[in-house]
């Protein structure tokens, strides 16, 4: 069985940073792209920003300059570093994984639960 689990998110100020975390557990083989999503509310799902296993990164242009994404392969986990956060940043983010799985040899996307993360004006 694979997770994910996300930790980090918050309640900030406009201005201020958070640092989201995500690390994958479980019966993993090899992951390939991981990525952050985020989701407000009556909105739907939006990518912000990805990484391949090489370390290519590819952002959102609406937080381009501002948040910054990065992973440790030993440690199967991403990161996404938030700074300069703004009220329309408010929203639950989400770490994606396309990831094989030992026992199945298949690759999958996963999703963690999601982590609340809300900037105050």
């Known amino acids: 069985q694979v997770q994910l689990v996300e930790s980090g998110g918050g309640l900030v100020q406009a201005g201020g940073s958070l640092r989201l975390s995500c690390a994958a557990s479980?019966?993993?083989?090899?992951?390939?792209?991981m990525g952050w999503y985020r989701q407000a509310p009556g909105k739907q799902r939006e990518l912000v920003a990805g990484?391949?296993?090489?370390?290519?990164?590819n952002y959102a242009d609406y937080v381009k300059g501002r948040f910054t994404i990065s992973r440790d392969n030993a440690k199967n986990t991403v990161y996404l570093q938030m700074n300069s956060l703004k009220p329309e940043d408010t929203a639950v983010y989400y770490c994606n994984a396309d990831l094989m799985d030992i026992a199945t040899r298949l690759w999958s996307d996963y999703w963690g639960q999601g982590t609340q993360v809300t900037v105050s004006s």
């Open positions: 990484i391949s296993s090489g370390g290519h990164t």
């Open positions: 479980g019966r993993i083989f090899s992951i390939n792209d």
